[in-house]
């Protein structure tokens, strides 16, 4: 059967999307050329067409997949309802169990960053985005009177710093850590972060 035709877009996002799946299964170091095109049946050449080296595809393959979790966590800030309800579903997404899919690849791109200057590039934009989307959510609440937090950034920083080290230990070590404990442990934090009580927290104000 003749493969469809795809446009230059449509076909970069493919590739994309096989190299995500090849990255999580053999890892930066491993991953070749060959392995994303015989993914998708389609010669070496074409892929290079679009990607001319392989730090080029890596480093666009960890934009591809940060960036549809970034558009989820800013959708998920965005909805109406309180400041609290908002940081809490939205850390709660982020965190080691829940729906965001690029930890794997997170903590893979982090290792290869302290060799890959590229890559670190990519992934420090990436991460610095993570933070201003929380630490604007974290402002708004504070400005509209729902908690006191004098430094957002400083708050957001410290949230982020918890949930990626409690990332590489779930994803590390399984079975290390409950869910439940890693929730109670999240919670505690955002709570302290707000200057509210659990219980406030939880009912979202």
Not at 111 to 130: H, Y
Not at 196 to 205: F, I, K, Q, S, T
Request: proline share 2%; charged share 25%; with cysteine.
């Amino acid at each position: 059967m003749a493969r469809v035709r795809l446009s230059v877009q449509e076909r970069r996002e493919e590739l994309l999307r096989a190299a995500v799946e090849q990255i999580e299964e053999r890892g930066v170091a491993a991953l070749r050329i060959a392995d994303v095109a015989t993914a998708l049946d389609v010669s070496n050449a074409l892929v290079l067409y679009h990607f001319s080296t392989k730090e080029k595809l890596v480093a666009a393959a960890f934009t591809h997949a940060a960036e549809a979790d970034l558009e989820r966590l800013r959708t998920l800030v965005g909805r109406g309802g309180s400041a609290v309800r908002r940081l809490r579903s939205a850390v709660r997404w982020y965190s080691p169990t829940g729906q965001a899919k690029g930890w794997k690849l997170w903590i893979e791109g982090w290792a290869v960053s302290l060799r890959e200057p590229g890559l670190r590039e990519v992934t420090l934009g990436l991460d610095r985005q993570w933070k201003a989307t929380l630490t604007e959510v974290i402002a708004q609440g504070a400005d509209a009177g729902e908690y006191d937090c004098p430094d957002p950034r400083a708050a957001a920083w410290r949230l982020t710093a918890l949930l990626d080290g409690l990332a590489v230990q779930m994803t590390a070590f399984s079975g290390a850590l409950s869910r439940r404990q890693m929730e109670s442990w999240v919670d505690d934090a955002l709570a302290g972060e707000l200057g509210l009580d659990r219980a406030e927290l939880v009912a979202g104000r």
